[in-house]
């Protein structure tokens, strides 16, 4: 039988396989000694142990789309990061990183400031602008006031959407805005597997509409930007782009060399210089962890 795996939790998957339900399945052993680890939306073949009972054993992960390490998924389509407007304060280097990590994977990205009722008009346009040149679509949102509510469920519609960000920015306030039946399907599959009601501790996947899925993360406080050589971190700040063979050096990484094109348009305020100063540091920092 085949399903889909919506929650990982101490060790069992729960699989979700349509009308026939729920299932709490292991791994087979096949997976651990080959270092492989079922991720949250990965789409498996399960052997049936007990109809009954629900149970079975996760005996093959079929061919993966994409996965990411934080958040631990597979198989998505886009990424909606939540940040706060306010309270907690964003933290851009952070989204940044996360930014960068989903470029890696060519999974595009929505941009949520949330809480935006906590900010004047023009300091959330001004919030908004640091980030308008890095490719990715920004929304701010309010539960509260319902701004852009209304956008961010039609960017949702037909795709399954890692829903991430730090804690405390209100990530399952906007879940529950946007699909209020998401709420009563979650308790659903809750009840199913025996567990308490949604809390989210883990990564779960939820079908909250037709063909829509919404992978809802643990919050993050920090992310590792692996697998990139300081020397193409340049290439996942879009806001770069633009200037590329435009400075006197081939191969300029926009830091220290003289007469660089990047640095120019960031002096005349045609890139943000939150972000350069963000590059820079990720710059610096891999360039650091590549001597040791």
């Given at each position: ?153 039609e960017m949702l519609l037909g795709k399954t959407t890692a829903l991430a960000g730090p804690s405390g ?14 709420n009563s399907r979650i308790g659903e599959i809750s009840a199913k597997i025996n567990r308490g009601r ?95």
């Amino acid at each position: 039988m085949r399903g889909k795996i919506i929650k990982g939790i101490a060790g069992f998957y729960y699989v979700h396989t349509g009308d026939s339900g729920v299932y709490e399945c292991n791994a087979k052993g096949v997976f651990r000694n080959n270092s492989i680890k079922p991720l949250v939306g990965d789409d498996v073949e399960i052997d049936i142990i007990n109809g009954a009972e629900h149970t079975g054993n996760v005996s093959r992960i079929l061919p993966r789309k994409n996965e990411l390490i934080r958040p631990a998924v597979a198989n998505i389509e886009q990424a909606l990061v939540v940040f706060a407007s306010l309270s907690p304060e964003p933290n851009f280097n952070l989204l940044s990183r996360f930014l960068v990590t989903m470029g890696q994977n060519g999974i595009d990205t929505v941009i949520c400031f949330n809480k935006s009722d906590q900010l004047e008009a023009d300091k959330a346009a001004e919030l908004a602008g640091i980030f308008a040149g890095c490719g990715s679509r920004v929304i701010t949102a309010s539960v509260l006031t319902g701004e852009g509510i209304d956008g961010i469920r039609e960017m949702l519609l037909g795709k399954t959407t890692a829903l991430a960000g730090p804690s405390g920015v209100g990530k399952s306030s906007i879940l529950n805005a946007i699909f209020p039946e998401a709420n009563s399907r979650i308790g659903e599959i809750s009840a199913k597997i025996n567990r308490g009601r949604h809390t989210t501790r883990h990564t779960e996947i939820f079908n909250v509409a037709k063909d829509t899925y919404i992978m809802d993360t643990p919050g993050f406080t920090s992310l590792e930007c692996t697998g990139i050589e300081a020397q193409e971190l340049r290439m996942y700040f879009d806001e770069f782009l633009p200037y590329e063979g435009k400075c006197r050096y081939n191969g300029c990484v926009h830091v220290k060399e003289p007469d660089c094109a990047v640095k120019k348009a960031v002096d005349n305020g045609e890139i943000n210089r939150i972000r350069y100063d963000i590059y820079v540091g990720l710059y610096n920092e891999m360039k650091i962890r590549r001597k040791y």
